[in-house]
């Protein structure tokens, strides 16, 4: 769950546990041999030909899927080819660790205030994952999203490995427990509501970070859950903790996956490693500036971003000791990825005629943070997003500083 500027406590422990790592590389734990080189895109999971997407190989399968969804859409609106279609709505909500109690709070404030759209497209990263299924199904899934946020304990997310036995293991914490949240929540009814929102012509994506290729990978949920494949369901719960899973810090996840019929895996950890949030490949929406280009009208596009932290500067006293400045460098670079990638979704934004419209924790939310996933520091920061949010959301037209 990236971007909690208080996980780094896991994480700067997890420095030391990797610096010692190679002492104990035999006794690290097994897996099975990773896609050779230049074999990624080949890489096939549960013989689903649009499970995900890897934009930086190639852009033509996630078009191709934005336009079939798009026809899905049209279909079943019932608008005639030619004619424009009504407004869509993006949402795209970043990762945050136990932040994303933000996001789900203004989310159930939105709701509230009922003016709530109806999202073609949720994406989400780390914490923005375990978020972005309630988001796409909607309102009646707010109680489930707040459960999730204000009654979780660092007991539903994990279990903390000693220092040692992290030295010999993938990671400082084992997400286990997480990963039986998840799987609770995320039951079958909720699995046939996202597909069906699929067929419908919507979309679902989570991305994850493929750690052998150094790719990010963008999951694509409602084709998983319409497939019908029995291996769906724990596929997406898998995608949905590897999302969310701090490298070092928490144990990565691997996939089972096929080249040409030989059995490979991958390791894949937070979505964040990469990108903070996301919405969209540029490449998506190259007919659209055509039309812009040429003066045509073009279907009303807003998107959302929900940036579950601060964007404003975290000031802290940093001592001049190895691990508290690897900590602070890691929090600042975490820090700047996430407003890099608002900063460039509102460029995307701008030159593609799409309203722009941005969430994020305000600096008069002040509730001391003591431990990780503590509801005394979850709960007031939903009520914070809920209590904006159902009072008419005060959404950014553009990221702060830029000018």
């Not at 930086?56 to 079943?76: D, H, Q, T, Y």
């Not at 199904?137 to 007991?155: F, I, K, N, Q, W």
């Not at 998107?303 to 600042?332: F, P, Y």
């Amino acid at each position: 769950m990236s971007q909690s500027p208080r996980l780094p406590v896991l994480a700067r422990r997890g420095a030391l546990a990797l610096g010692l790592g190679s002492l104990a590389a035999c006794s690290l734990p097994q897996r099975g041999p990773a896609v050779p080189r230049g074999q990624t895109g080949r890489a096939s999971v549960l013989s689903l030909a649009n499970a995900r997407f890897f934009p930086a190989l190639g852009s033509g399968p996630i078009v191709a899927e934005f336009a079939a969804a798009m026809e899905r859409r049209r279909s079943f609106m019932g608008t005639r080819a030619g004619e424009m279609m009504p407004p869509l709505d993006l949402l795209a909500i970043s990762g945050g660790g136990d932040d994303g109690a933000f996001g789900a709070g203004l989310l159930n404030g939105w709701t509230a205030a009922g003016t709530r759209p109806e999202f073609s497209l949720v994406t989400g990263v780390s914490t923005g994952g375990l978020i972005a299924p309630f988001a796409f199904l909607g309102p009646a899934y707010d109680a489930g999203l707040r459960r999730v946020y204000t009654e979780s304990t660092l007991a539903d997310i994990l279990v903390q490995r000693s220092l040692l036995n992290a030295v010999f293991n993938d990671g400082l914490a084992d997400t286990t427990p997480l990963f039986r949240t998840i799987s609770r929540e995320l039951d079958e009814p909720m699995m046939a509501a996202i597909a069906e929102g699929y067929r419908q012509g919507r979309l679902l994506l989570i991305g994850t970070t493929d750690l052998d290729a150094q790719l990010p990978v963008i999951w694509n949920i409602g084709a998983i859950a319409a497939s019908g494949h029995p291996g769906g369901r724990e596929l997406i719960h898998r995608i949905m903790l590897a999302s969310a899973s701090i490298p070092g810090a928490f144990a990565p996840v691997l996939f089972d996956v096929t080249v040409d019929g030989v059995p490979h895996q991958e390791l894949h950890v937070d979505g964040g490693a990469v990108n903070q949030a996301f919405l969209y490949p540029i490449a998506v929406t190259q007919a659209r500036r055509a039309r812009i280009a040429r003066r045509l009208p073009v279907q009303p596009i807003r998107a959302w971003v929900i940036r579950n932290a601060k964007l404003d500067a975290n000031w802290a006293s940093t001592s001049r000791r190895t691990m508290s400045i690897a900590g602070r460098a890691v929090e600042t670079m975490i820090a700047a990825s996430g407003f890099n990638d608002v900063t460039r979704i509102w460029l995307n934004a701008e030159r593609d005629d799409v309203e722009y419209r941005l969430a994020f924790i305000g600096p008069e939310f002040d509730v001391p943070y003591t431990t990780p996933f503590n509801p005394d520091y979850m709960r007031p920061l939903f009520e914070n997003g809920y209590a904006r949010a159902r009072g008419g959301f005060d959404w950014s037209r553009r990221p702060p500083l830029v000018e």
